[in-house]
């Protein structure tokens, strides 16, 4: 491609609503363009490197017998009613009605239409395992659309599904997607690692996300070096403090006056925080009660995940309750909330709290505090279970050594759903003996736009990007250094016409521009290897320099065209 004629616009500054390397990169190097908040549109380079993805992508659930297929973006309401999402799903997902007033929705994920697939066309076991992919258009309405492809309303995302007649089957299928998805990112340069997750919305009984690391990442890891245990903090498991062995106290009420915080009570009580209960009050909608709290060591943080699936309610039907209302219904008093005297509530109790002893809690009863509480004796729950966040430096929860926390981008997830769609839309299969089954169904997503993004996070200097061989939108960039020397026009174009016919993708920097704005170009957008004709091109001497390259080395035309298709090999 000749520079001269190819649609780029780069950018001198920093656009202003960029605020991470690769949202700035990709807005500066031309690659993308914002339409209005979270939606963005690809720019021919930013094309070129979305479609390298996706042929990635495609070569290796291919490989893996995976089926490409492409659905709609449009999808009715019926399906998500079946299955029970219309509502769980909430504000994310982005509803519209066709002129008749019938209920659609912009699919933010497809499990429900890849079931209403199968289950209308596999009959027999025979058709059995299956696994279909798409690379396709997703909507979610973000609450907080950020970071330019990271977080988006609008993006693209491979997603898959396998349908086994048998756990053993989802086992396999699981694995071997898994695999594929290792294989994936290694491909796009990524440092990544697979981590235990949460099984969230979507349902079912096991699941790995897929990290790339990243300072900006939104997703928290928990991991040990002691073992392999490495999960996301949501999803992370704690390890309760010993039981306590320390006799029951006389419960009492104290005077604490102006003491609304953790922090507060217990250096007016001269107590460590780990001696205090912590209340965290809800509203909940949507289910048969309407306040929840949450009780932990004053020390801890909640984690909301856990408590929603404690609660088996979604994240959107849970508030933080205004304690003023709640307090006429429930007894909870603004600041001074403990689990004794609380009613007409959902109590939930961070499991640690049942070993610990003589605890100081709210009285429900302003500017006052209970101390030596005991779960049991002074108060009980509906629900028992870790609630807790887990921090660095926590016991691991496989084999207690310290654990270590990192952040990372979550390009990827697969899950095992089991027969959670099977079962509620119906999607039987028949066995040898004609008795009908449910079939055992996984689900399996690599969001490519946010691969893209993370990609770049992990490849960019002072420059600009530096894009992996195997995804850079063209390999080689040869440069004039003078347009008005025939004798540089001449050589380039030889080395150009050279590396076209050897099917390496190259970019002719031909336009009439100073060679410094033209280095610039190459390094914002990140080409890997720079050809540069300049001066010595009469002696047959072009430079040669890899993007990582500190400086660049001279070498005769034709061994720069060999070093080129040698390292373009190399990912081939
Ligand atoms: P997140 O926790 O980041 O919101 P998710 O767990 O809801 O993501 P999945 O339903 O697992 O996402 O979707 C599969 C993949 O799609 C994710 O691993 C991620 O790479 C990508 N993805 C999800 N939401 C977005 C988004 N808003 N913008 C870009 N990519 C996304
Ligand atoms: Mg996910």
């Known amino acids: 491609m000749r520079m001269s004629k190819m649609y780029l616009k780069t950018l001198r500054e920093v656009p202003s609503e960029a605020e991470i390397p690769s949202h700035i990169w990709l807005l500066r190097a031309g690659m993308i363009r914002k339409l209005v908040s979270g939606v963005y549109g690809f720019m021919p380079l930013g094309r070129r490197v979305l479609n390298k993805i996706e042929t990635i992508v495609r070569e290796e659930m291919d490989s893996r017998g995976a089926q490409e297929i492409l659905m709609s973006a449009i999808q009715p309401a019926e399906l998500w009613q079946e299955s029970g999402r219309w509502y769980a799903y909430g504000p994310e997902m982005w509803r519209l009605k066709d002129r008749n007033d019938r209920d659609f929705c912009l699919g933010p994920t497809h499990e429900e239409i890849f079931t209403d697939i199968v289950r209308n066309e596999v009959d027999s076991y025979r058709q059995l395992p299956l696994n279909l992919y798409q690379i396709q258009t997703k909507y979610r ?136 209960i912590k209340a965290l009050l809800f509203k909940v909608h949507d289910v048969e009660y309407k306040y929840v709290a949450a009780f932990l060591r004053g020390d801890r943080e909640l984690n909301m995940t856990k408590l929603v699936n404690a609660l088996n309610i979604p994240e959107h039907a849970i508030e933080f309750a205004d304690e003023e209302e709640m307090g006429n219904e429930t007894g909870a008093v603004g600041g001074f909330t403990g689990p004794v005297g609380l009613h007409d509530c959902k109590i939930l109790v961070d499991s640690e709290l049942v070993g610990a002893r003589n605890l100081c809690a709210g009285a429900c009863r302003v500017d006052h505090h209970m101390v030596n509480v005991n779960y049991q004796r002074d108060y009980t729950a509906d629900i028992v279970t870790d609630l807790k966040q887990i921090k660095a430096g926590d016991p691991c929860p496989v084999c207690c050594e310290p654990v270590k926390i990192a952040r990372g981008i979550e390009v990827g997830q697969v899950f095992k759903l089991g027969t959670k769609y099977s079962e509620s839309m119906h999607a039987y299969y028949k066995d040898e003996k004609m008795l009908e089954h449910p079939i055992i169904m996984g689900c399996y997503g690599i969001g490519v736009t946010r691969t893209l993004a993370a990609i770049v996070e992990q490849h960019n200097d002072k420059d600009g990007i530096r894009w992996p061989m195997a995804v850079a939108p063209y390999h080689g960039i040869v440069t004039i250094v003078n347009t008005s020397d025939p004798v540089q026009v001449g050589l380039a174009e030889t080395i150009y016409q050279g590396l076209k016919s050897a099917g390496i993708e190259v970019l002719l920097d031909d336009r009439d521009e100073r060679p410094g704005v033209k280095f610039k170009d190459a390094d914002l957008i990140g080409i890997p290897v720079r050809v540069t004709v300049g001066k010595q091109a009469a002696n047959g001497i072009v430079e040669f320099k890899h993007r990582n390259w500190e400086k660049s080395e001279d070498r005769t035309a034709d061994q720069a065209v060999a070093e080129l298709i040698a390292l373009v090999n190399e990912i081939r």
């Open 141 to 276: 309405d973000e609450k907080r659309p950020r970071f330019g492809l990271m977080r988006s309303r609008e993006f693209i995302m491979k997603d898959a599904y396998s349908f086994d007649r048998d756990w053993e089957g989802l086992d396999q299928s699981y694995q071997e997607m898994y695999d594929a998805y290792v294989r994936v990112f290694e491909r796009c340069g990524l440092k990544f690692r697979a981590v235990e997750a949460d099984t969230g919305a979507i349902g079912g009984s096991g699941s790995h996300e897929f990290c790339a690391l990243s300072e900006y990442g939104e997703s928290e890891i928990v991991y040990c070096d002691g073992c392999d245990m490495a999960a996301t903090s949501e999803r992370a498991s704690c390890v309760d403090d010993p039981e306590s062995s320390e006799p029951m106290e006389a419960i009492e009420t104290v005077f604490t006056p102006g003491t609304k915080t953790i922090a507060d009570v217990a250096s007016y009580l001269k107590i460590p925080e780990t001696k205090t």
